[in-house]
């Protein structure tokens, strides 16, 4: 019977505060279970980088790949963060220089209809005592996105049976998953053949583990906050015992260092985005929650000139500080507009304008103050919407650049792929055609409008 012991991370979004007591766990958790006689496994389930940070952004998440190196891991899969919000060329070198590998199934390039050369299907790692562990890595599908950036997702339930047919009934199955708890669920009821699966995406913790079917799910939360633990007992390539558990991150030690780290790494980031010039202002650009700021007004129009529209609307939530009087940089913009968010030239009729204006009307007031989270949103608080090219009046007239609209006529404007995955507009999905202009992030669309109206000669 052999002991093995598979530590675990996921969900770290460059929450880079945790990552020094993370980090000394790892490795002493490593060394104290193989002295206990344990055959050691260190993965991580995806969405490591977020470009909310300063120097994830600067460095298109190579920073990360340094930080994860650090830890020895034996297999990691990617994340929407990793996937989605990096170009497709940046998403080719992330991993040039990790010293780990890659484990990825259920995205093909687009082109070559092939796996990507830095993404391995599956990794066996065979154990001192002759078992066969199996890892599996499968991401979060993203059909109306990853096709953006030259990638075809496939769905794991149509992967799944795929990866199976190949396999041994000699060897111990573990699933790295960033699919969800909903999906990690499905997949031990209707494959029990998994042994382990490690869960990520939707950040849910399980402490003691979840059995399943014949499965043991483990999660570890979100943001570092927690690290995973399974030990498993293997006799012959079968699991005879499994048990998970997890590491509360802010119950392990500080040291003296931690903080002097943390500054110099987010000063690394700032400095490199600050070397980048955008724009030289003339007079201070305010935001605010409610209203209409200058800020606010000057987007709308960065937003028509993106998508080539006649409206546009914004929440003013999105601006998180002003920008003063003088030299605007990258980092100054990536302060303001932290979000993973793009510019949608959404196509709609009349009818269609009209009735998703009307669910703007009615939800305004409720999301000023709602603290929206997630589906790209790295702020706090929705704000006030607000129309460019678009009035409405006192009998719900709906008004397109001054003049009624037309229910038989279709109209464009320019809205943020936000307002398609969040449930408060529901028409922008169901009935818009909606472009994701994907090739640039909201602060990008934002420098390239400043560096052409306020330049910096």
Known sequence: MEKIAILHTNDLHSHFENWPRIKRYLISEKQKLEKAGYFVITVDLGDALDRADPLTDATSGKANVELLNEIGYDAVTIGNNEGLTN??????????????????????DSDTKKRPDWAHETKMINTPAGNHIKIYGLTAPYQST?????WTPIDDQEKIPELLSNDNDDEVLVL??????TQDRLIAKKF???????????????EHGERDNQSLLAAAGKYGYYVGKVTLEVEDDHVINSEASVVK???????????????????????????SKVAKLDEKMDNGLRGKPRMVSEFLSAMKEKAGTKAAIVNNGLFLHALPKGIVDKNQLHQILPHSMHVTKTTLSGSDLWRMVMEMQKNWKFLIAYEQKGMGFRGKYFGQLNYDGINVDDQNNVYFDGKLIDFNQNYEIALLDHY??????????????????????????????????????
């Open 176 to 181: 790295l998953s960033h699919l969800g708890v």
């Open 192 to 206: 029990p053949r998994f042994n382990v699966i490690i869960g990520s995406h939707t950040h849910h913790l399980f």
């Open 420 to 457: 398609i995955f969040i449930p408060f507009f529901p028409t922008v999905a169901i009935k818009g055609d909606n472009n994701i202009l994907y090739d640039q992030t909201l602060r990008e669309v934002f420098a390239s409008y400043l560096s052409k109206k306020y330049p910096l000669e």
């Open 249 to 275: 991150t802010s119950d392990l030690p500080v040291e003296s260092e931690d903080s002097n780290w943390l500054d110099a790494l987010e000063k690394r980031g700032q400095d490199i985005l600050a070397q």
């Open 87 to 108: 170009s497709k060329d940046q998403l080719n070198h992330l991993y040039d220089d990790a010293n780990f590998d890659v484990v990825l199934s259920n995205i093909v």
């Open 146 to 150: 990853y096709t953006l950036e030259g």
